[in-house]
Every structure is written in C-alpha cells, then in structure tokens.
C-alpha cells in the first residue's frame, strides 16, 4: 500500500517540480512517507519547489508538543527531505483565535495554489481529515469537535483518553474535494465499515468519505482487511 501510494504522489512530483501536495496524518501514511524520504535521498524525487498543505490539527496544541502534527510532520516527513519548512502549511494549532486560525488557512491554500494529489487516511466512522459524521458537514477550514469514536481511536497515540485533545482545525469537505487528485488509503479490518460505506454507491453525512464519490479522480488504496466483501 505504502509504495503504491508513494508511486502515485512521486509521479506527480515528477510531472510538477513545484507540486501542492496534500497530506494526512495518523497511521496509515507513516510506511509511504518513509519510502518517499527514500526516493528523495536516491533522487528520484526533488522537494526543492514542492509545497505541502496538511489536512487538520488538534486544538489547542502547541506545535512543539510531540503530539502535534505538526510534529509528526516533522519527525515522519519534512526532517527527511529537502524541503523548505517554509512552504509546509499545517493548520495553526496554537493561534489564540481558532476561528481566525482556520480563515487564514483557507487564505493561505488560495495563495499556494491547487493541491496536485491530496493523500487521506479515513477514520473508522467514516471521517476524512476532521470531518465527523454529522447531519451538516463544513465546506471551508474550520474548527471542530472530535467524535468520542475518534478521541477512543486516537487514544492509543496518548497517555490516555482523558489527554487526547477534543477539538480539532481541519480542512473542510469543499476544501479536500478542489484537489485535482486524491488517493485515500485504508488498512485493518476496523476499517471495513467504513470502507463499505463509502464505496456503497450513495452519497450520507453520516459518512464523510461517501462525498469522494462526488470528485472524478480518487484512487482507493486499500488491503482486503479493510476491503471485506
Ligand atoms: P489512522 O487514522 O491512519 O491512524 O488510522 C486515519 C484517520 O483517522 O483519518
């Protein structure tokens, strides 16, 4: 999965030296940004001119905390590469004024340009980025609160439950859907639900990934843990 997916972002990156590239945080991506901070180191893949633009933040969280993703950034990707940390955008964890925090993202992705190919994880409920299952979803960056299922799900990453953050800036469901291009990866059976959900054949709030369906270019990357049937 990892070097399929990392096949896909470096083929774009070659296609663009000054690529957008969307990035995700948690888990699944960890195997394909380190094939990635390979194919930099043999030169496969230049990062001189790349610009990278996360999905979500916890809030609040200081961008030091090891917690962060902006951190994880960091220590998964950005410190592996040749990139200019200048040109890599997360949202802004510790502004004083979330609200604010999440209209200078958007302000800042209109800047940057298309995202070339927005790489996603999907949670168990469904949700990609931030977005909870919920009755309306957000179109533009904004500031939201996490579902008891993925505070639970991000536990193990914490000392525990009671210190995951509940609130959370992420990229809203308009903002994912500009991409030119998306790959969504998926692994394990906890998966599978949400997987099925979303390659079901209808569109439902309830599950956030289910929208992909409405954009022309998505790759599902997936093992058949979380394939099912
Ligand atoms: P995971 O998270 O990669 O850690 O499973 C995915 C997500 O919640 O979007």
Redo the contacts with the bound molecule.
């Keep these: 999965m990892s070097l399929e997916a990392a096949r896909i972002v470096a083929g774009v990156m070659q296609k663009k030296h000054n690529a957008v590239l969307g990035l995700?945080t948690?888990?699944?991506?960890v195997g394909m940004y380190r094939i990635l901070a390979d194919m930099n180191k043999s030169g496969e893949i230049d990062f001189s001119d790349v610009t990278t633009v996360n999905l979500d933040e916890y809030y609040p969280i200081s961008p030091e905390n090891d917690q962060s993703y902006r951190y994880f950034m960091n220590t998964n990707l950005f410190d592996h590469i040749n990139i200019d940390k200048a040109r890599t955008f997360v949202p802004d964890g510790s502004a004083k004024d979330p609200d604010e925090a999440c209209r200078d993202y958007e302000k800042a992705l209109k800047k940057v340009g298309k995202v070339g190919i927005q790489v996603?994880?999907?949670?168990q409920n469904g949700?990609?980025g931030f977005n909870e299952p919920a009755k309306n979803l957000e179109v533009l960056t904004h500031v939201t609160k996490l579902t008891k299922s993925?505070i639970k799900?991000?536990a193990r990453f914490f000392e525990s439950e009671d210190d995951v953050p509940t609130k959370a800036l992420t990229m809203g469901m308009g903002t994912i859907l500009r991409s030119r291009k998306i790959i969504i990866m998926a692994n394990g059976e906890a998966?599978k639900d949400a997987v099925a959900a979303m390659l079901k054949g209808t569109i439902n709030t309830s599950c956030p990934a289910s929208l992909l369906n409405l954009h022309k270019d998505v790759t599902l990357i997936c093992d058949k843990a979380a394939l099912g049937e």
Excluded: C, E, F, V
Aim: net charge positive; glycine share 20%; proline share 7%.
């Design positions: 995700a948690g888990s699944t991506p996603l994880g999907i949670g949700h990609i993925t799900a991000n998966k």
